[in-house]
């Protein structure tokens, strides 16, 4: 005797328990449907102002083969990872201590929020007149733009610490180092890793800013070079490795806070 077919809504109940199960799924699936439209949409038009997916992957491929982006990602990645790692080293520690006391947050907490809102990008001629055309003023520029969200994010994650927690450690005769790094540092991790998360976000666009300025190497140069040649299809090779290291960036991040945090996602209203 054959089984009666599931009704739909146990189709759906069974789909979403999949797409749970494997959400990786729904990014695939995205990811095919936006290149299966933009190649349709794409072979029909100028290939001076457009281009199309089956196009960028032969423009892939002839920069992979000669060597010419996998050198324009070593010379990018130099500055963004030591102007990145200096932010990190910096900006969190002096987001514990604008959270932990009132004195430094009144005293220097709104040179940050300053610098958040301020516009770096104007002030780029100016950098490169101070520190030059090369790595170090890629440096410099990658880690003002990326410690203002990491100091921020730690800076409010202190401070959302409830106070009660802070009073048990101090009934205990707990010092301010053990408070700050087994009460305070424990609680604020989701928020610092918020921070990171927008900080490598926002020094991989100070990396590409800064090489389209001083057009001299790395991934910017490259995109800058090939716009300049007319190769639409090879511009958007540097401009997907962008892309590219953004999105496994924060996957990477994403990765560390479950594990070092996996609280966290437990009791978010938003992994529902």
């Known amino acids: 005797m054959s089984e009666a077919p599931m009704p739909p809504a146990g189709r759906a109940a069974g789909l979403a328990a999949f797409l749970k199960r494997h959400p990786s799924v729904l990014g695939i699936m995205s990811f095919v449907l936006l290149m299966a439209i933009w190649e349709l949409a794409g072979r029909g038009g100028n290939p001076l102002l457009t281009s199309h997916p089956s196009a960028v992957y032969t423009a892939l491929v002839k920069q992979l083969s000669s060597g010419v982006l996998v050198n324009a990602l070593l010379q990018s990645l130099q500055p963004l990872l030591i102007g990145y790692g200096l932010a990190v080293l910096l900006g969190v520690p002096i987001g514990l201590v604008l959270g932990r006391s009132w004195v430094i947050e009144k005293s220097f907490g709104f040179y940050f929020v300053g610098l958040d809102a301020t516009p770096l990008v104007a002030f780029l001629p100016v950098f490169i007149l101070w520190f030059g055309l090369h ?58 890793v918020v921070g990171l998360r927008l900080g490598i976000g926002r020094a991989i666009i100070a990396m590409a800013v800064a090489e389209l300025f001083t057009a001299l190497s790395g991934l910017g140069g490259l995109l800058l070079k090939r716009s300049e040649d007319y190769d639409t299809a090879g511009m958007f090779v540097p401009a997907f490795v962008f892309m590219a290291m953004g999105i496994i960036a924060n996957y990477f991040l994403a990765a560390m806070e479950r594990r070092i945090a996996p609280w966290h996602k437990a009791t978010s209203a938003g992994n529902e």
């Open 135 to 192: 790595v170090l003023v890629k440096i410099v520029i990658v880690f003002l733009f990326s410690i203002t969200p990491i100091v921020i994010n730690t800076w409010t994650g202190v401070k959302a610490v409830p106070k009660t927690l802070v009073e048990v450690g101090k009934s205990f005769v707990g010092s301010e180092s053990f408070i700050t790094r087994k009460i305070v540092l424990p609680h604020a991790l989701p928020s610092i």
